[in-house]
């Protein structure tokens, strides 16, 4: 089964929108950078640098847990409990 591009479909095609579908689709686990490199199909520096614009709107959390990050989707942000609505 293809994983839901909800934001890919509202907010167009970009490597940022790329990175939050895929960060909303492991939401409950969460996922660390290297897998959300290889998800998104971006290098690991590039998907660096956009997680930390990401992180600083607000719409991610990373939480340390070992040697890794991992991310997931900040639910405090307007803009992700309103994306949450939507099915």
Do not use: C
């Amino acid at each position: 089964m293809v994983a839901p591009r909800k934001y890919q479909h509202t907010f167009g095609r970009s490597a940022q929108t790329k990175i939050l579908d895929a960060v909303w689709n492991h939401r409950k686990a969460g996922v660390n950078i290297r897998e959300l490199s290889k998800l998104v199909g971006q290098s690991y520096f590039y998907t660096v640098a956009l997680l930390e614009k990401l992180e600083k709107r607000g719409l991610i959390t990373r939480e340390a847990r070992g040697n890794q990050s991992i991310i997931r989707p900040n639910l405090k942000s307007g803009v992700i409990r309103a994306m949450e609505s939507i099915r």
